[in-house]
């Protein structure tokens, strides 16, 4: 399928897929059957609401591979937003020394607001899957953005593992079982 230009044609090809999802044949790869239903299509991921309207939610090359696992950027990323001291955040890839990438969170916290990474890495024990949880941890006083008002995660994979990068694995700090 050619890449979708315009929102008329995405909604047009999502309203399409109604008819492919009370048939049960999702034109993209069935992700999870519960109350919303989310899959992917051409490489991105799309939510279904309880009143049939889809919403998109990811790229899936927003998907980190972690020693055998996917971890879904946006996911991640819905734990960190819900830390009331954390305005923004970005879930990105960064090399590992084992191969496949580990998982590495920039945060921007909101104003007058103070986190350490222990307490970010704290927030998420519990709440996702531990191959989820940042092993990176860099806090900054903003986030590059795109003129779409989105973060470039981009220029977050290409700066790499700063100074002021804090590692989890460095400082000795073990995930909780």
């Known amino acids: ?17 109604d008819q492919h999802v009370e048939d049960g044949l999702v034109g993209g790869n069935l992700i ?13 991921r799309v ?15 927003g998907s980190i591979r972690r020693r055998g696992e996917n971890v879904s950027s946006w996911e991640v990323e819905q ?4 830390h009331q001291a954390i305005a923004a955040c970005a879930i990105y890839p960064l090399p590992s020394e ?3 990438d580990e998982v ?6 909101e104003p007058g607001q103070a986190l350490d990474p222990v307490e970010i890495i704290s927030h998420c024990e519990g709440k996702m899957a531990y191959f989820a949880i940042p092993r990176f941890v860099r806090i900054v ?3 590059q953005l795109t003129e779409n008002g989105k973060i470039r995660k981009v220029a ?11 590692d989890r694995d460095a400082v000795g700090y073990k995930l909780r079982p």
């Open 32 to 44: 999870d059957t519960s109350a919303t239903l989310e899959f992917d299509l051409e490489g991105d």
């Open 1 to 17: 399928m050619p890449q979708i230009a315009t929102l008329a044609v995405m909604h047009w090809v999502f309203a399409g897929l």
């Open 156 to 166: 977050l994979r290409e700066a790499g593992k700063t100074p002021d990068t804090w």
């Open 47 to 61: 939510v279904r609401d309880a009143d049939g309207h889809y919403r998109f939610i990811d790229r899936m090359k």
């Open 141 to 143: 006083t903003e986030m």
């Open 79 to 82: 734990v960190l937003l819900k």
């Open 104 to 109: 590495a969170a920039a945060v921007q916290l």
């Open 98 to 100: 084992l191969g496949e």
